[in-house]
C-alpha cells in the first residue's frame, strides 16, 4: 500500500513539475528586449509584458498618463522574426483609437503617437493570427 502511495506522489510531482513547460510564454524576456529597440532619441518609461495564456486570452491591456506635447513610442517583439500577429492599439480617455499597428493588414512592430491632449490612454495589444500569444513591449517618449 505504502509503494502505490509513494509511485502516485511521485507521479503527481513529475506532472506538475513538467506541466508549465510546454508552451511557456516568457513575456518578462521579451519586454526587456524591447527596451534597447526603442528609436533613438526616445526615453524609456515602462515595459509591458503580453501574455495571451496560450490563446484564452483576446487581449491585453494597460493605462498610461501622456501629456500633451509630448511625443509617444510603442515597439513590440515577439518570440519569432517580426510581430508574430501582435496588434498594439492606443486609445485616448473616451476610448477612440487614435494608432495601431495594424495597418492596410500590415504588421508593424512599433507606433508612434505626437499626443496633444494629457489624459489617460489605454495600451491594448491584441492577437490576430499569433502562433505564440505572447510577447513584450516597451513604451518611450520624447519631447
Known amino acids: 500500500m505504502k ?36 528609436t533613438g532619441g526616445f526615453n524609456f518609461l515602462k515595459s509591458y509584458k503580453i501574455d495571451g495564456q496560450g490563446g484564452a486570452k483576446d487581449k491585453v491591456e494597460y493605462s498610461y498618463v501622456f501629456t500633451k506635447g509630448t511625443q509617444y ?11 508574430d500577429g501582435l496588434v498594439v ?12 499597428s495594424k495597418v492596410n493588414d500590415q504588421f508593424i512592430s512599433a507606433i508612434a503617437y505626437p499626443c496633444n491632449a494629457t489624459g489617460i490612454y489605454y495600451i491594448q495589444y491584441t492577437f490576430d493570427g499569433s502562433a505564440t500569444y505572447c510577447g513584450g513591449s516597451a513604451l518611450g517618449f520624447k519631447r
Open 73 to 83: 513610442m510603442i515597439n513590440l517583439c515577439a518570440g519569432g522574426n517580426g510581430p
Open 89 to 100: 492599439s492606443l486609445y485616448d480617455s473616451q476610448r477612440n483609437k487614435v494608432a495601431s
Open 3 to 38: 509503494r502505490i502511495i509513494f509511485s502516485v506522489f511521485l507521479i503527481c510531482i513529475a506532472s506538475w513539475g513538467s506541466a508549465g513547460l510546454a508552451g511557456q510564454c516568457d513575456a518578462e524576456n521579451l519586454s526587456n528586449a524591447c527596451i534597447p529597440k526603442l
